[in-house]
Every structure is written in C-alpha cells, then in structure tokens.
C-alpha cells in the first residue's frame, strides 16, 4: 500500500510526543548508505524513547560505515517484532535498506526534514526548515521527556554536526546553532565528537585524498575540475569504504571550480559518477542526460562502462546542461 | 613603562562600556600574523564603536592576508592619532606589529580571552572561558549598544567561527553556539562567510597539500609524522603565504599520529618548525629543546640551519622529551 503526501496525517511535535506516550514497543528504521543524521537521529529517538519507559530498537542497517558502528550497537535490533514502527530522515520508500523491504506501507510514523517526503507514513512529523532531522528529534524528545540526557544529546549532536558538515554548510541556522548549544548544555560531548568525526582521518583516507589532489583534470577554464578514481589508486591507497565517504567533496572546494566531477570505478569495473555544482549549474539535470539524478547542486549517475568512457560521457553531459 | 597583571585595572563588560560611551577617538591594535579573531574583534568592536556616534580606527595590519583584507578595509587608518588605544586579541606587547611599537606602555585597554594576558595595559577586560575573543565582543557590543548591526555582527562570526575551526575545535562551547546564533539573527551571513573561509581553497593551497600529504614520513611505529616542506615544493604548487596558512595541521588529522611535525624552508634558507601534538607529548617542551616554545599541543621554533639538519634536530628533540 502506498500513501500520497495527501493520505498521510501530518502531526505537530507535541502530538507525536503525546501519540508516543500512548504506545509501546517501537522499531525505527534509516536509510540506505546510512549518514550521521539518520542513524543519530534513530538512535537519538531509541534512547529517549527508552528513557519514557518505553521498548525500542532500532533495525540494524549493515551498511553502516565504521565510525558509527560504535554508537549505535546498544540500539541494534535485527529481529525485533514490533507494534509500531517509526523511520528517521527518510524520503521515501525507495531508501529503505534491504532488510526494511517488510515494512514497506507498513510505517506508522516517518520524523523527516526532507521537502520531498513522498508521505508514505500514516502519519508525519515534517519540518524541512531543519539542517538535521537531528533538531526535530531535539524539540520531540523535549516535548516527549522534557529533558534530554547526556546519552540522547550526544547521539542527536552527532545527526546535527554530520548533516551541517560540523555548522560548515549552508544549511546551518540560527536554530542549529541553538539546539547544538542546548546539546552541549545536556552532556553531549561536542569536542569529542567533533574530533573524532571531523579532525581524525585514517591513512587510507589521507593516501585516497592524495591519490585524488594529484589528478584533477581541469576544463573549460579551470572551471571544471575532474577526478577518476581507479580500483588501482583506491588499492594502493588501502582505502575502504568508509574512507571513501563524500569524496566527492573534495576537489569542489578549489577556488573558482563550478563543476566538479568524480568517477568512481567499482569492484566489478563498471563506474560510479558523482556531480557536485554550485548554483551556476544544475547538477540534477546534468545526470538526468544519463538516466540518473538527485538535488541541484549534488547528484549522481551508474553507468555500466568503464571509467574512462563514463569519464567522456559525464563532460559531454556537462557541455549539454551548461551552455 | 611595563605594567604587570596587578597594576592592570580589571574591568567587566558593563564597565568597558561606560568607559567607552565617556570617551572619543580610538585606535584599535591586531596581533602579529593576524588571524580572524584579532581582525574580526577589532573591526567589530570599531563598527560598534562607530554605531554608537563615536570615531574609531583599526591600525592597518600590513601582514593581514587575502581572505582578511576585503573585510577589515573599511576600518584600516595607517596615521590616526587617537585619544585612546584599545588592543583585542593580544596577550602581551611583545606580539604587536612593527607599526605599532610606538603604542607600547600606552595601552588604555586590553580585551583578551587569552588566561596568558601580561596585565600590559592600564585596564583589561579578560575572559578566558571565550574560545575566541569575538565572544567578548558580543556581550561588550550589547552592553554599549543594545544591539548589534548586521555589519559588526558578520565580523565578529568572523572572529568566532576561525578561533574554533568553524566551531569543530575543542574550545567550542554551548556559548559559542548561543552567540552564534545571536550573531546569524543579528543578520551575519553564516553561511557565506564559512563557505569563503572553510569550504574554499585556492589551487595553491590544494597542490601544496598534495605535496605534503605525498611526502609523510612516518616514524616510531607511525606515530610521528614529519612533512619537509622546501622551497622547490611552495613553488611547484604556486602557493603563497595565505596558502600556507596552519599547514602544520595537515598531518595531524590521521588517525593514530601523536607528533605531527613541520619543518619549512624559509626564503633565506633557514627553517621554521612546527610541532603539533595530543596530550601524550608536550610540544611545548619539545621546541624549548632547541630554543623555541609554544603552547603544550602547538609550539615552534626557528633555526638557522636547512631544512634536512632542521628535520633531525627537531626529531632528537621528540626523543628526548617522549621517552
């Protein structure tokens, strides 16, 4: 079954608190290739929710990169048989992981800061003004416990500060910035976070952004800087997945850059390519010429063929879009 | 005339700012090799000033570097004669700038967050709890004006998000955040200005980068890492000072290093150390080996000899200190 944003129930923070007290036994879910917003925000609502008294576990998702695994493992269910389930920063049903497939049409309440919510819950708890679905969670756990604690402040800090790029990007807002100090106020341990998410990186992370700084390809007037990365530049780096998380990033950061692409090689040699623009270009319509898409100023496409032919047809699709 | 911290009047906000309405005509001091915190406070605190019907100058710095310059413009005075001197940001006179030497002993007023402050100015407003002294700012800026303009609030941001590493550093605290969200409700382009300073690098920067991260030497089990950075390196890369800007925190980010060191050939031929540390090592310690000295995590030290003789010198130093 399948809900339109016009079938759901759209629901203030205190009538989800009051619609919580009211329940019992919770499984909340996040979405593939998880990020610290959804997984912070999963377990965030775990924790208060446990702290109300209540059962909740949060579905394992067996994507989760190597610097989270930590502070979700006392949270993790994979088979716990729920009442009621909840899902934390997802768009739609197209997100769920692999092992979520059982809940689709099933989900009784998506908490999501995403504008383009399909409304596949029966109810939700949608505010897009939010950076982090984490600020969401912040004002409900207030609403739900009123006070949040040390354990809970930490794990929200985590789906705030990973969502804004540490208050870096340009979706930080005053309110971010107030709820991080609320967090802080509560216990959360910010500095600790921030170094270990934001000042730490592992050889192979260092070895892989190297490999990549060493072979951007400018074009059209430097404005373009491309980057393939080969199995053979991510073997010899000795990276892994985690380590090649939001690489994409990396070489858009160069002064007067507009476009910056990465093509990825994958295992099985087809190729990965990820656009990122500022707003000059439309990232979203520039992988669309290829069958893919995503946001405006982020977007992505598979391509079956090798890196250096996906490499050719990306700047072709580049030279389509921005004319 | 030398004053020690018992002859410095210690004043509160409110204070400073009676003394401020009662008088006219400031100049305002920034600290050798300024960083964003002394710019931003003194500009801040000098559109404050000016806000509030008063005249007011900032010394031009001349080693102020390109990502500064366009902001502190406005304020810059190379031959003001002031009735009053304020300095902000600066711990002892021994870190005034060349221009500035005249102003020695006739300092009316210190604001710092620096615990370190010498007491050198006839009174002081100091707090040491503020990450960075924009903090400070703020609260004397409310206390003068009841208000703060979207031009003062957009420096002081400035002076806060660069003193905590766009607040991922581990002196960022809940009030930090809280005056970080006053400052963006107070009409501070957050966004824009962490885009200039964090999210932006010139190719100069990213290829000096390269360099270095291809040119790790790791040491005592990977623990210590040594980047030589020489002249035939900068010049490759194109980059100049502003590029080079905290490039001995580079190597300090990979997980497991305990001692990063830096070690640059300078114009002249000589070299500039630097030593970046965790709590294990004191790098403070480490530089007086040699001669130099800093701060427990981050200390440096000049010495006459190339960059080679320089790298086993600071090494031996390592290993005297780390035993």
Redesign the interface.
């Known amino acids: 079954m399948d809900r339109t944003i016009d079938k759901t129930r759209m629901m203030s923070s205190a009538e989800v608190a009051k619609w919580l007290s009211e329940r019992d036994n919770f499984l909340i879910l996040t979405h593939l290739r998880p990020d610290g917003d959804t997984l912070g925000s999963a377990a965030g609502l775990c924790s208060a929710l446990r702290e109300a008294g209540k059962t909740a576990y949060v579905l394992r998702n067996k994507q989760t990169t190597r610097r989270y695994e930590a502070y979700m493992t006392p949270y993790w269910s994979e088979d716990f048989r729920p009442d009621f389930v909840i899902s934390t920063d997802i768009a739609t049903e197209n997100l769920f992981p692999a092992n979520a497939e059982m809940f689709k049409g099933r989900v009784d309440l998506s908490i999501d800061h995403h504008p383009s919510n399909s409304g596949f819950a029966e109810n939700t708890l949608l505010d897009s003004s939010c950076a982090a679905c984490g600020e969401i969670l912040y004002r409900l756990a207030m609403d739900l416990n009123g006070r949040v604690s040390p354990e809970t402040a930490k794990l929200l800090f985590i789906a705030l500060t990973t969502d804004t790029?540490?208050?870096?990007?340009?979706?930080?807002?005053?309110?971010t910035?107030?709820i991080?100090?609320?967090l802080?106020?509560a216990g959360a341990p910010?500095?600790e976070i921030?170094?270990k998410l934001?000042?730490?990186?592992?050889?192979g992370r260092?070895?892989i952004?190297?490999e990549m700084?060493?072979n951007?390809e400018f074009s059209r007037n430097?404005q373009i800087a491309t980057v393939v990365v080969t199995r053979e530049m991510i073997d010899r780096a000795g990276a892994d997945e985690d380590d090649l998380e939001d690489i994409a990033a990396i070489?858009g950061?160069?002064?007067?850059v507009v476009v910056s692409i990465t093509v990825r090689e994958l295992e099985d040699g087809s190729s990965k390519v990820s656009v990122r623009t500022n707003k000059l270009v439309d990232a979203g319509a520039v992988c669309a010429e290829l069958g893919g898409g995503g946001h405006a100023m982020a977007a992505g496409v598979s391509l079956g063929c090798g890196v250096w032919e996906a490499k050719e047809k990306i700047l072709a699709a580049v030279d389509k879009v921005w004319k």
């Open positions: 790029g540490c208050f870096r990007y340009g979706n930080t807002t005053a309110d910035h107030r991080a100090a609320a802080i106020d910010g500095a921030n170094k934001f000042r730490t990186k592992s050889r260092v070895l952004e190297s700084l060493n951007i430097s070489h950061q160069i002064e007067g």
